[in-house]
């Protein structure tokens, strides 16, 4: 994988207080679906992506689903996870990539109790299987970001620690203060964060601006790649 697709898979891939009950919509207060356009350094619109948290019992299902025109390599990916819903652990991690014709499709099961996890590549058979170990409540790249979320809505920046996105990255959070933004049209007032990402082939930083609302919606990513910036900007 070339390190900019690399780069804007692990970026999509990683307060107030809480508003009257009736205003609690979105997650962790109830199921949701976002969905953002993504932006080509200029502002020509490359694709689009989808975000889905669905509350399971007593956990969450999460789903992202990624559509790109990138040339030469268009990528049409699916990526999925299951997680506990007190703390957010991961449960486990499924990622369908289609980047060209290049298909691939591996799970990975955490095993919370015994602080270890278990990756297997499904496509192309053949792939193998491999273990790892994970830190207490260990959580891969898609659960990370509603926890992040719903730190940023208890008022808390998420330390900094590992997740796991097919290899292990090292992930730190940085809140830099109030940025205004414009969305739809009209001037919003955000908290802006810094977050630095390094793995194994990959050392970068991108931005989040969340909305101050108690859900903690990201209204928009921006991710630097050699020939600018792409942008993920939130279109409900």
């Known amino acids: 994988m070339t390190s900019f697709r690399r780069i ?3 970026a999509l891939a990683c307060a107030p207080l809480l508003l009257a009950a009736d205003q609690l919509t979105g997650f962790p207060f109830q199921n949701e679906t976002l969905h953002y356009r993504v932006n080509w350094p200029g502002g020509s619109s490359l694709g689009e992506l989808a975000l889905t948290a ?9 789903e992202m689903t990624t559509i790109v025109a990138i040339p030469v390599v268009p990528i049409a990916d699916t990526y999925k996870s299951t997680a506990s819903g007190v703390d957010l652990c991961s449960a ?3 990622r369908e990539i289609s980047h060209g014709s290049k298909r691939v499709t591996e799970k990975t099961e955490f095993d919370q ?5 278990q990756r297997e590549t499904l496509i192309p058979a053949g792939g193998g299987k491999s273990e790892f170990d994970i830190p ?13 979320r719903r730190e940023m809505g208890q008022g808390r920046v998420p330390p900094a620690g590992q997740v796991f996105f097919g290899s292990a990255y090292d992930v730190k959070m940085v809140y830099t203060g ?13 908290d802006h964060l810094n977050v630095s990402v390094k793995g194994p082939a990959s050392d970068f930083t991108f931005e ?29």
């Open 178 to 190: 109030a940025m205004d933004i414009p969305v739809a049209g009209k001037t919003v007032v955000t």
């Open 54 to 62: 669905h509350k399971n019992g007593a956990g969450w299902d999460f």
């Open 208 to 236: 989040i601006f969340y909305a101050r609302d108690a859900a903690r919606t990201p209204l928009l990513l921006k991710i630097p790649v050699i020939i600018g910036t792409v942008s993920l900007e939130l279109v409900r």
């Open 136 to 148: 207490t409540c260990g959580r891969d790249a898609l659960t990370f970001q509603y926890f992040a």
């Open 8 to 10: 804007f898979l692990l």
């Open 113 to 117: 109790k015994q602080n270890r996890a």
């Open 92 to 94: 486990t991690l499924r």
